[in-house]
């Protein structure tokens, strides 16, 4: 089995298992063992609460993981070459700008919000997937690695945005010694060494710099990632036991199946006690519901229509113009990325977190729903608009 398919599969399958506790931790939040759910998320060790440990030190491996992916696919896979790059990389641009314009146009009125402009601009590969996996063989393989590659670079825009604007005081020694760490790690990779070990120490080191700098400890692992090498002799085929490859094959499963459900049952949990219907027409969370619902569809299929109308990129293989807005909704289920961002963008403030996660779920739900209803009876014909058909293979060449 290709190592793409194996990513899709396991993806898709964390994908249904995130569904599953997402409803446990809002039964959780909102049953008799709410007081112990949150109070257990609150509890300190070593310094860090629970919940800082699960976002700022299980979500670095998931940093890590998806670092990897980014790395594989722009030298050895889907997103190797500029013709393979220009349909999600527009589709991708498109889905991040239009989500935060439709924010920042409900939001206007309270400046205190501007922060947030980001969170309705990530897509949720896992929960996408599993969300395509329920439909199994009526969309086109096309259509999947199409998702798949545009989530990549929607990842790779997140990370751009989080090292951006969501830093806090910077502390310029540990950032000091965090670019040692850097240097240390790359002359590991020109130097050729394919031992995994010296690379996670120093990956751990520059973790705790990371923690302590001011810059989110998550982008740790993906600078860790960027390192690894994926072949100790380049100019040679590349193949799967390089150290990026063993790598990823070691963390797909237990980011998948362990850390993104901790994370989703963590960040979830939102109270409804006392909430009303009318608490989601407020500007926070309506402003996130219709940029995930809204501004992704409205984003990723108009951007990538114009694209290949203007023949800029090519059309997906075995495509349907209806099939392609089916996945362009998927693309408005923001969950894990919308929730992290949400989190960085309005640290220590309980309401505006609770109703960051009333519009994440809200926006997500519509757009999952709208997704699979599209995608189920959508007619499969040849998508009929000018561009030549573009067959991509379900496998990462060797």
Known sequence: MSVMRRFLDSEAAGGIILMGVTVAAL???????????????????????????????????????????????????????????????????GGMVVPALVYLAVTWRDPGLARGWAIPAATDIAFALGVLAVLGSRVPTSLKIFLTALAILDDLGAIVIIALFYAGDLSYPMLGGALVCIAALIALNRLGVTSLLPYLIIGAVLWVLVLKSGIHATLAGVVLALTIPLDAQPKKTRTET????????????????AIIPIFGFANAGVSFSGFTPSALLAPLPLGIALGLFVGKQVGVFAFSML??????????????????????????????????????????????????????????????LAGLLILRFAPREILPVRGKQHVVDAHVPR
């Open 27 to 93: 039964v959780a939040a909102n049953s008799p063992a709410a007081g112990f759910y949150f109070a257990l998320l609150n509890t300190y060790v070593l310094g860090l609460s629970v919940l800082h440990w699960i976002n700022d030190a299980l979500m670095a491996v998931f940093f890590l993981l998806v670092g990897l992916e980014i790395k594989r696919e722009f030298l050895d896979g889907q997103l190797s070459t500029w013709p393979r790059r220009v349909l999600p990389g527009i589709a991708a641009f």
């Open 242 to 257: 390089s150290p990026l490859h063993r790598l990823e094959h070691a963390l797909q499963g237990w980011v998948a199946f």
């Open 307 to 368: 694209a290949i109308r203007f023949n800029i990129a090519d059309v997906p293989a075995g495509a349907t113009r209806l099939q392609c807005y089916g996945v362009a909704l998927l693309c408005g289920i923001g969950f894990t990325m919308s929730l992290f961002i949400g989190a960085l963008a309005f640290p220590e403030n309980p309401a505006l977190n609770d109703a960051t996660k009333i519009g994440v779920l809200a926006g997500s739900i519509a757009s999952a």
